[in-house]
């Protein structure tokens, strides 16, 4: 194609062409190819989305020209969202550092923490909220910034998802009150409750996972494959919240398109499945009297999938 000239509007829409006919997949922050094509140009050259619209066209140095089309064809030719490419993503309005350690913040649980889990919960009362699998820290650090008097516990499996964490923590001036564990799940939180706790855990059933977009196979499989059908991990945290959350406390947990197979799983189970003004689906909502009352089936369905998986 031929080469734009050196302004940003003109880059942006040369972008977005590109990516066009090269058929790129979206989805990581955002769902078109003029705002792809825009975020990296506008981060490349570092213009403020609050800037006026006559910046756009101001002239680029041919330095700073150079970087934008290389990094516009770089996103063409490997494949990699463009989070990756600039090292960061925006969530809650904020930026975080992230590479392919961990997932491109994507949550609509930004929208609950904005809102302070209200009508859920009394805001005011909240000391100590666990984000459960925390990847880049992102809704860790979000939480600890909605609720200012609590301590946030941010666990994850993920040595190298912590290391990124822990980067966005001193980013972001909160790691006295954010603490990084590295758990497989429950297991190191031993005799800790919660008035929160919250997770984005995987979802996405394997033989799905190996038909994703390219885009999404820049992303550590482990942050996003749950075993056949995407239910591996929130069975066990339906297994085992009930333990770690105080007497009036909420569970949070986004399970995206696996919403119908985890309501079939457990059919008598009362979830309450939040909406969101700013798009967004499966995330649903637990109080510790629910999780406590179905206790008896979250242990059935955990026991009775581990012995399926062990004979098959």
Not at 129 to 136: A, I
Not at 170 to 180: E, K, S, Y
Request: charged share 25%.
């Amino acid at each position: 194609m031929i080469r734009p000239e050196k302004t940003a509007r003109a880059l942006i829409q040369w972008g977005a062409d590109c990516f066009d006919k090269a058929g790129l997949v979206y989805g990581h922050g955002t769902d078109n190819a003029l705002d792809e094509a825009a975020s990296l140009v506008l981060h490349t050259l570092e213009i403020g989305y609050d800037q006026p619209d006559a910046v756009l066209d101001r002239k680029v140095g041919e330095t700073d020209y150079a970087r934008v089309v290389r990094l516009l064809e770089q996103r063409v030719n490997t494949r990699k969202p463009a989070a990756y490419l600039v090292d960061e993503a925006w969530f809650a309005g904020m930026p975080f550092y992230v590479d392919e350690r961990v997932l491109v913040p994507r949550s609509p649980i930004a929208e609950l923490l904005a809102a302070q889990f209200i009508p859920w919960i009394d805001p005011y009362r909240v000391s100590r909220l666990l984000d459960m699998g925390t990847g880049s820290g992102c809704i860790a650090i979000a939480c600890a910034l909605a609720f200012p008097r609590a301590q946030v516990d941010a666990a994850d499996v993920s040595g190298d998802a912590l290391d990124v964490a822990r980067i966005n923590t001193a980013r972001h001036d909160v790691h006295g009150r954010v603490n990084l564990i590295e758990s497989d799940l429950f297991s190191a939180l031993a005799g800790r409750t919660y008035d929160i706790i919250v997770s984005n855990p995987p979802y996405v059933p394997r033989e799905e996972a190996a038909q994703l977009a390219d885009e999404y196979q820049h992303e550590p499989a482990s942050g996003l494959i749950a075993g056949e059908d995407g239910l591996d991990i929130v069975v066990r945290i339906l297994k085992d919240a009930a333990r770690y959350l105080a007497s009036d406390g909420i569970l949070v947990v986004e399970v995206g398109y696996t919403q119908a197979a985890l309501q079939a799983q457990y059919p008598e189970v009362p979830f309450i499945w939040l909406d969101f003004e700013n798009g967004g689906e499966g995330v649903c909502l637990l109080e510790a009297a629910q999780l406590a009352q179905y206790q008896k089936t979250f242990d059935r369905v955990a026991q009775q999938r581990r012995t399926a998986n062990m004979t098959g």
